[in-house]
């Protein structure tokens, strides 16, 4: 249980889901990732080089120079390998909650970040399980919203903004889903739809959702 994050949500806001990723299918996702390929053959490129300075047994100097030259070369192995070793960490301040308002997440290596995202400003609410997510019996929601400004997990196109946020790897997934799905569509359209000059019920629209 995450307290500073559940110190954020507002008192008027009733909690459906609180958790954490599914903690094996995390550190499997942190190990199997995209850098693993490439950190491989890096790696297998650079020992050449280095079983030749160490066979020079720095006798001219040279292979001492070679052999630190390899090691900063190897950069991109370091960063994969403390990408792995972190990911306790991250798993460690990795937090979801989601509320009748909006989703909030907690994440972050040395650092602990914040951010929630409001249903009104979801424009779509997606399921993804990839491999390890199916091993493990565990799903990813994706959520994305249209927005003018920069932000968080952002990328730019046509000057608007598609910012998301997710949550991932989670045994409910389904259910989770279908709740998020629910809210966004009711809020969503209670926005667009603007009926009876916006009351605290809409009734304009067959929408469930009550404002407080």
């Not at 400003?121 to 920069?150: K, Y």
């Amino acid at each position: 249980m995450d307290n500073e994050l559940k110190s954020l949500v507002g008192e008027n806001e009733k909690i459906y889901y609180e958790g954490k990723p599914d903690f094996k299918c995390f550190i499997f996702e942190s190990i199997f990732n995209p850098m693993l390929p490439v950190a491989l053959i890096w790696f297998l490129f650079d020992s050449f080089f280095i079983g030749i300075a160490l066979s020079d047994g720095f006798n001219d100097g040279m292979g001492a120079f070679l052999l630190v030259f390899m090691l900063f070369h190897l950069m991109p192995v370091w960063l994969y390998l403390g990408g792995v070793i972190f990911s306790i960490r991250r798993y460690r301040n990795t937090y979801y909650v989601v509320t009748d308002k909006a989703v909030y997440l907690s994440n972050g290596v040395f650092t602990k970040n914040y951010h929630n995202k409001p249903f009104a400003e979801l424009s779509h609410v997606n399921l993804h399980r990839g491999i390890f997510d199916q091993m493990f019996g565990v799903g990813d929601i994706l959520l994305t919203s249209n927005q003018f400004t920069n932000g968080n997990n952002a990328y730019s196109d046509n000057n608007v903004t598609v910012a998301g946020i997710n949550i991932n790897s989670i045994s409910n997934y389904t259910e989770v889903y279908n709740t998020i799905k629910k809210l966004q569509q009711d809020i969503y359209t209670d926005v667009m739809y603007p009926n009876d000059l916006r009351p605290k019920e809409n009734h304009g629209y067959n929408t469930e959702y009550k404002g407080e």
